[in-house]
């Protein structure tokens, strides 16, 4: 059975209204109706189990038959921040894969190397919404506005930090180093890398080098490759 999920960010009581964009799909593309049953998540960790009360494609209204807590509760917790690529496009591959895995924050950042200084963060949101709802996963991601790569660094984190890149100096794989159930955040540079002082002053705040295999990875191959591993560890 196809099982469609739907997003409200704040359900305040058990009745409540869908969205404009979300109550179109339901009554126009899914043809649903009154008494018809749905699913929708808070993007908190909770699932809830509706019934639709009034299908109007400009605000269909909702009930809660019943709330639970969503099957994608983990017991770690993942920052990984990206610099933003050049083609955009592959950025968002990035945040969709990361979101369909599971990833709990993520921090585009500016490093002396990067080709894109400038995003759109309601876009980039919108693909992270998408892919929570297409993964069936109760939690969304944080995304941090675009940040310096001097403030990213500084920023307080309570776990293993680590930044991953490509050197004969780096002999540590992220695979061997991170230990299950250890919070991470990992730091993964753009197409051009990281500069040496880049990697100097991250260390300096305690990041780990390590590397992501022997391969050159592309920026967001390398974001998602970061992203299954540390599940992968957890699983």
């Known amino acids: ?100 895995i599971g990833i709990d924050r993520i921090t585009p950042f500016l490093s002396e190397h990067s080709e894109r200084k400038v995003v759109k963060p309601d876009r980039l949101n919108r693909v992270i919404v998408a892919a929570m709802k297409q993964s069936l996963k109760t939690r969304l991601p944080v995304l941090d506005p675009l940040t310096s790569f001097g403030e990213l660094i500084r920023q307080p984190f309570d776990g293993k930090k680590y930044i991953a890149y490509i050197d004969d100096q780096v002999n540590r794989e992220l695979v061997h180093t991170y230990q299950k159930g250890e919070n991470a955040m990992v730091l993964i540079g753009p197409e051009g890398g990281f500069s040496a002082k880049e990697v100097e002053q991250a260390e ?32």
């Open 204 to 235: 300096a705040e305690g990041f780990i080098p390590v590397k992501l295999g022997p391969s050159r990875l592309r920026t967001e191959t390398a974001a998602v490759a970061s992203c299954l591993t540390i599940n992968i560890v957890n699983y």
């Open 1 to 100: 059975m196809n099982i469609n999920l739907f997003f409200v960010p704040e359900i305040l009581s058990p009745v409540f209204q869908l969205p404009a964009e979300e109550s179109k799909h339901i009554v126009k593309v899914l043809r649903m109706k009154i008494n018809d049953k749905i699913q929708v998540t808070d993007g908190k960790g909770f699932l809830y189990h509706c019934r639709i009360v009034e299908a109007n494609p400009k605000g269909t209204l909702l009930e809660i038959i019943s709330k639970e807590e969503g099957h994608d509760k983990r017991d770690f917790f993942l920052h990984i921040a990206v610099a933003p690529t050049k083609n955009i496009n592959r950025y968002e591959w990035f945040l969709e894969k990361a979101t369909e």
